[in-house]
């Protein structure tokens, strides 16, 4: 069964700091990706996703994610983050070959004012 | 604006009570989505419809069904619901299989955080 991995559960940065949230799913077939956010109180939101063509996605709020097949990896970036990107951040993958969309276990990113 | 609306957001319920969580969406979207979050865990897929298909999850207890009377309404049955089965119960829509294959993004509501006492 396909699953994905995040691997940082707690994540505490400084604004202006660059962030990457790690994230691997376990499938070898083909996939689609995608980055949620969830701020205190809201519902999920997607962030950005990829389905082919560059592997580098860009998404809303400055923030992209590389896809590296080799390394069944959905890492997603931010060059300088704010106050407000306080959030709860989950990785998700849908196999093609079928229509489940699985989530990992978020990180709780905090930025420090 | 087209939403995911989910009701209520807050339920109690007694042990062994049987509870109903509903879900409706304005999108008009193929796909219907519920997912059980515990704590600090992922989302939990427990089944879905692709539009009338029902997809059930293996490890989805027996005590939970579901029901999708038409596109935009669907409905999450706990028969029987135990201390365990406390949780936020998430709803999310999806239009379907893209043009280059798998699936959409999902379009989730706020939920329904389910007490069970």
């Known amino acids: 069964a396909q699953s994905v991995s995040q691997h940082n559960h707690h994540v505490i940065l400084s604004e202006a700091a660059s962030l990457e949230l790690g994230c691997n799913y376990s499938?070898?077939?083909?996939?689609?990706l995608f980055w949620y956010v969830q701020y205190p109180g809201q519902h999920l939101q997607l962030l950005l996703k990829?389905?082919?063509?560059?592997?580098l996605v860009k998404g809303i709020k400055g923030f992209e994610a590389e896809f590296i097949k080799s390394k069944f990896s959905f890492n997603l970036r931010k060059p300088s983050v704010q106050w407000s990107d306080t959030a709860e951040y989950f990785c998700?993958?849908?196999?093609?070959?079928?229509?489940?969309?699985?989530f990992g276990k978020g990180t709780r990113l905090h930025i420090l004012p | 604006d087209a939403m995911v609306i989910q009701n209520p957001r807050y339920q109690v319920t007694q042990f062994g009570k049987p509870v109903t969580l509903s879900c409706s969406q304005t999108?008009?979207?193929?796909?219907m989505y519920w997912y059980q979050q515990k704590s600090s865990q992922a989302p939990k897929l427990l089944f879905h419809?692709?539009?009338?298909?029902?997809?059930n999850e293996a490890d989805t207890p027996d005590n939970f069904q579901s029901r999708r009377p038409n596109t935009s309404f669907c409905f999450l049955d706990i028969r029987s619901p135990g201390l365990g089965d406390a949780a936020m119960y998430l709803c999310?829509?999806?239009?379907?299989?893209?043009?280059?294959?798998?699936?959409?993004?999902?379009?989730f509501g706020q939920g329904t955080r389910l007490t069970v006492v």
């Open positions: 999310a829509t999806s239009r379907g299989r893209t043009p280059t294959g798998g699936m959409s993004e999902a379009f």
């Open positions: 499938y070898g077939g083909t996939v689609n």
């Open positions: 990829y389905f082919s063509g560059d592997p």
């Open positions: 998700a993958v849908n196999a093609r070959r079928d229509d489940k969309i699985i």
């Open positions: 999108l008009n979207h193929n796909v």
């Open positions: 419809y692709y539009d009338k298909d029902f997809n």
